[in-house]
DNA sequence: AATGAATGAGCATTCATTCAT
DNA sequence: GATGAATGAATGCTCATTCAT
């Protein structure tokens, strides 16, 4: 019979929206409010702060990210099959949801984050830096500090996505020649 | 006898030292101005506005990172000269200038930047779209949509600066190991 | 068979303690509400606003602090021995119940009081003058204007009551002390 | 030439004037900015928080309060005369300044009073338990722990500026009564 | 009758900008 | 030219009160 989203959830979602917009540092809370179709009085029901409500947003969307790039994994699968699993996991979320991944990735946030959203910024990384770890352990991608490695390709990733926010428009046969280009960078170079 | 640096450059030092670690948006002017000794008076003698300061930060940095991936370019010279030597500069001005390359590239600034700012912006874009087709023309870099293998490298150097700025410390053959990882993104794979 | 005190009584005690540890002022109501353990919807059906609310408990209490002064009295007895029962009854309600005690006396109330509550603030200072000027016409009771003296004793008591509130210990005969010193403050000197 | 009082001073004068008023919690800060004639923003240039314009009223004040106790004093003069001078002192104090004495004595300050406010008070009380300690050293005042007698006639003042504050009008005479009275209530009893 | 979500005016505080000196 | 006091709109947040359930 309620069809209507919950409230929290219309507050995320009015959140992310201005947040992406005008920074969260820049955005007025009365704004996410009004946007949000209700009074501050009422987000403040929901979010004791605006740093609660900057962190709830950013683990919604940091939470659903690492889902995507986890989704379906198998550790005994070729690393280049993980890979390719996780970098279309962060493209199509990049591309269904700019807004979420403009505001993760295109802002700086260490000011606000408390440490749940710092361990949940840690554990994408973590995951990250196992595969490259485990495909130099099966020689499939090149020597080097994993964590530069891993910091090369979601630079890649997250460039990509800015450059399409900013308006570049590329067909599924562009996107394959992406993805095969980061993991080129990546790649174990043929002796 | 003088040697004092003028007046505009102390006050483009201090601006960035202050959006570096507070952003644009939460940096205060009255701290710029206390930071660069002087009153808040004398600094709007010199800058009519905050956005207007902002915008002479930005071109400040972005003109001295234009510099760096220009410098020394020879039209001739081979496309893996030239990425050396852009990926070297860019490189060498996140290392010595972290604040700057910070600010840059860490913040989201459209809002406040100006025509002329983001015509800076474009002239690196264009520059590296530049060496991007000539690449390609001479058979030395992969297919693809130039703008898109770009943003990939783009991003790529972003994505190591930041993770050095965030504490990752990387040798001298650890950073040349990087630098042949980004080649091999755009290079054109052996047949 | 019920033997839970009913609700008025238990928002009066809520909004006492309240009211006593942070301001009338000072108090949400939504606080007082909690405290007696129902909600703010419940509360303002039994009291139509935080004013009516603040009225009641000081009526409650200065009506109280009136009985206590009151209690026993005889027209005919001494004045000295009124003055003892009226000083002890006010002594004893103050350390009984030091927060409600300091709620009448040690706050500011003006605003928001409404007649009903200065009207009985203005019996229990009748009944104050009546003894002055009684002892003043048996000769037991210095002379001078009767509210002058009733507001150097009434003063008196709610200094005492002040400083034991803020910690100092009393033991009997320091009490009966204090109440032979605040006679002497209203007796007759001799000759 | 500039006949105008300092910024500094106007500020502490609106404040006390609204503090009285509607007591220091229920006032805005925008309304003693108001009163001032100026913005929030001098005043806050002034004054860092409310809480530090409210310590600095209230230790503008006690502090003339405590020059006014102790002025004149002389350690060998007879304590009756100390009295009569410190009484005077206070009633004069409260008498000329009403609004002053009753933001110091009729309204809860504790929580947001700070240590050095708090050590002012101290000193008020410190002096006027000296002077009990003396009295009943020498003989004058009667017996009985000094900070319940103090307690009593710090009470008997402040009760009688209150009466005063309502409306009582006296006389000369009549506070000349008023301080016999309250000299009584310390005195050695004859025999 | 009871609940507590919702409202929005009000509060303390900050800050870009102006201007008299 | 330089200063910094002054301005007041805007921000994050609170709270008395209402009302649909």
């Known amino acids: 019979m ?11 979602d009015a959140a992310l929206s201005v947040f992406t917009e005008q920074t969260y540092g820049g955005a007025a ?3 996410v409010a009004k946007r949000a179709g209700m009074s ?5 029901r ?18 659903e990210l690492l889902d995507r790039l986890t989704a379906g994994a198998d550790p005994d699968e070729p690393v280049r099959t993980t890979f390719r699993r996780a970098w279309g996991g962060l493209v199509a979320f990049a591309a269904e949801r700019p807004d979420a991944f403009g505001f993760l990735e295109f802002q ?7 440490e749940q959203s710092a361990a949940l910024s840690a554990r994408v990384s973590a995951m990250g830096e196992e595969m490259v770890v485990r495909g130099q352990r099966v020689g499939e ?8 490695l891993l910091a090369l390709v979601y630079g890649a990733a997250v460039g990509l996505a800015r450059t399409i926010h900013d308006g570049l428009v590329l067909d ?5 020649a992406a993805e095969d280009a980061a993991w080129a960078l990546l790649a ?3 002796n």
Chains 1, 2, 3, 4 share one sequence.
Request: aromatic fraction near 10%.
């Open 172 to 176: 599924r046969a562009q996107l394959a």
């Open 141 to 148: 991608i090149r020597a080097g500090e994993p964590l530069m």
């Open 40 to 44: 501050v009085g009422t987000l403040y």
């Open 188 to 190: 174990k170079p043929e």
């Open 29 to 31: 809370v009365a704004e």
């Open 108 to 114: 700086q946030h260490e000011s606000y984050l408390d």
């Open 2 to 12: 309620n069809d209507r989203p919950p409230t929290r959830e219309v507050l995320l």
């Open 46 to 63: 929901y979010f004791p702060s605006k740093e609660a409500l900057g962190n709830a947003v950013f683990r919604r969307w940091k939470g």
